[in-house]
């Protein structure tokens, strides 16, 4: 796992500690389809980060460049805003530092992968 994944999920767990399970999870995923389990992972092609808390999906993805979509895939219940507005706050800063590869955006638009209005 690279180096600002480590620093994210060690803050992470240092304020949502496992204890009697937690109803958090991060799953970050590669240009590459590798999961950042993967040794193989390279944070510099990251390309989506998907939050799990308690039943609610949040997506963070690569859209072109340095443009990034949020979304999220389930309804998000008000009473949650709060924690999932400092999860982001902690996984974008994080994802911040990283010093992405700009060039694997530009493959993976050029090979066809992605459809992108005006290319």
């Known amino acids: 796992m690279n180096e600002n994944f480590i620093n994210m999920y060690t803050e992470l767990n240092r304020k949502y500690p496992n204890i009697y399970g937690r109803d958090l999870r991060i799953d970050a995923i ?67 530092r990283i010093e992405l590869d700009w060039f694997a955006t530009i493959l993976k638009i050029e090979s066809g992968l992605v459809s992108v209005k005006g290319c």
């Open 30 to 96: 590669d240009r590459k389809d590798r999961y950042d389990d993967d040794k193989l992972f390279d944070e510099t092609i990251l390309d989506v980060v998907r939050i799990y808390y308690k039943q609610q999906t949040i997506s963070i993805e690569r859209y072109y460049e340095n443009n990034w979509e949020i979304e999220d895939e389930d309804y998000i219940k008000f009473e949650d805003f709060r924690e999932i507005g400092k999860i982001l706050s902690i996984v974008m800063k994080h994802i911040s």
